[in-house]
Nanobody, 121 residues
Framework: QVRLVESGGGLVQAGGSLRLSCAAS????????MDWYRQAPGNQRELVAA???????NYADSVKGRFTVSRDNANNTVYLQMTSLKPEDTAVYYC???????????????WGQGTQVTVSL
């Protein structure tokens, strides 16, 4: 069984910073891309940032220059450093990983349970 557990969400004032973490555990052979998505009430889930196993990154236009995604491959963990937060960043943030499991062919797309980020004026 594989689990992704996010942490680091909370309430912050506009202009503030938060750092999200997502740790993957279980019978994992390797992890390809690790991504952060977010979903605000009434909106579709959207990709915020992505990082490959080699460290290549991609960001949504709305967060470029403010958010930084990084990962610790040795510990199967991905981070999202969020700065200059805006009220429109308020959402539930989910991490996602495309991974290979021990003894199971193919790639599993696994999701975390989400962590709430609320940015107040």
């Amino acid at each position: 069984q594989v689990r992704l557990v996010e942490s680091g969400g909370g309430l912050v004032q506009a202009g503030g910073s938060l750092r999200l973490s997502c740790a993957a555990s279980g019978s994992i052979v390797s992890i390809n891309a690790m991504d952060w998505y977010r979903q605000a009430p009434g909106n579709q889930r959207e990709l915020v940032a992505a990082i490959t196993s080699g460290g290549n990154t991609n960001y949504a236009d709305s967060v470029k220059g403010r958010f930084t995604v990084s990962r610790d491959n040795a510990n199967n963990t991905v981070y999202l450093q969020m700065t200059s937060l805006k009220p429109e960043d308020t959402a539930v943030y989910y991490c996602n990983a495309d991974l290979r499991r021990v003894g199971v062919p193919g790639i599993l797309r696994s999701w975390g349970q989400g962590t709430q980020v609320t940015v107040s004026l």
